[in-house]
T-cell receptor
Framework: EAGVAQSPRYKIIEKRQSVAFWCNPISGHATLYWYQQILGQGPKLLIQFQNNGVVDDSQLPKDRFSAERLKGVDSTLKIQPAKLEDSAVYLC?????????????FGSGTRLTVV | GDSVTQMEGPVTLSEEAFLTINCTYTATGYPSLFWYVQYPGEGLQLLLKATKADDKGSNKGFEATYRKETTSFHLEKGSVQVSDSAVYFCALRHNTNAGKSTFGDGTTLTVKP
């Protein structure tokens, strides 16, 4: 089966600019996650969707970050305006069930550099 | 809240050496435990998992046993290869909090020929 697709792979922007990332999960996976991975750290959850509804966005900096998952399939994560500390890899993951026994399938990530 | 603590790296081993990467966790209830591997420029890949106490997860020669009494899930491999060089992440997935996972900060493994 096809994996989780993310684009772009790399993005360099200046601070205060905006940027958007796209994710297409594995077909049929109802749950979609966006994680932020800062260099040298583990992934940190930003937002979780179940179909097209938000389940958990408690760690999303809502003053600058937004995300949507229209029609319960593709998802877009946006940052506006970007700050230097937003430099990180943004990982999208999907899961078939909310069953805790299942792991996630991750995309290759988008590496964002804010200068 | 939930947390995962991994041994700090980097870890450098010679080919065919024995590997142990320690992982301990703090969580309420009975989470599932996972090890993920991340190769350069790629996303995380699920390596193995265990869903209850005393379960042993295994894959590609790697093993880890869910120890509830010590809240640990140490990763082991009897004989590492150069191709095992990667970053390894320990994670838990809780039955509450809508199934979200908490990750450790990763341990970088380098295997030299």
């Amino acid at each position: 089966e096809a994996g989780v697709a993310q684009s772009p792979r790399y993005k360099i922007i200046e601070k205060r600019q905006s940027v958007a990332f796209w994710c297409n999960p594995i077909s049929g996976h109802a749950t979609l996650y966006w994680y932020q991975q800062i260099l040298g750290q583990g992934p940190k959850l930003l937002i979780q969707f179940q179909n097209n509804g938000v389940v958990d966005d408690s760690q999303l900096p809502k003053d600058r970050f937004s995300a949507e998952r229209l029609k319960g399939v593709d998802s877009t994560l946006k940052i506006q305006p970007a700050k230097l500390e937003d430099s990180a890899v943004y990982l999208c993951a999907s899961s078939a069930l909310r069953d805790r026994a299942n792991g996630y399938t991750f995309g290759s990530g988008t590496r964002l550099t804010v200068v | 809240g939930d947390s995962v603590t991994q041994m700090e790296g980097p870890v450098t081993l010679s080919e065919e050496a024995f590997l142990t990467i320690n992982c301990t966790y703090t969580a309420t209830g009975y989470p599932s435990l996972f090890w993920y591997v991340q190769y350069p420029g790629e996303g995380l890949q699920l390596l193995l998992k265990a869903t209850k106490a005393d379960d042993k997860g295994s894959n590609k020669g790697f093993e880890a046993t869910y120890r509830k009494e010590t809240t640990s899930f140490h990763l082991e491999k009897g004989s590492v290869q150069v191709s095992d060089s990667a970053v390894y992440f320990c994670a838990l997935r809780h039955n509450t909090n809508a199934g979200k996972s908490t990750f450790g900060d990763g341990t970088t493994l380098t295997v030299k020929p």
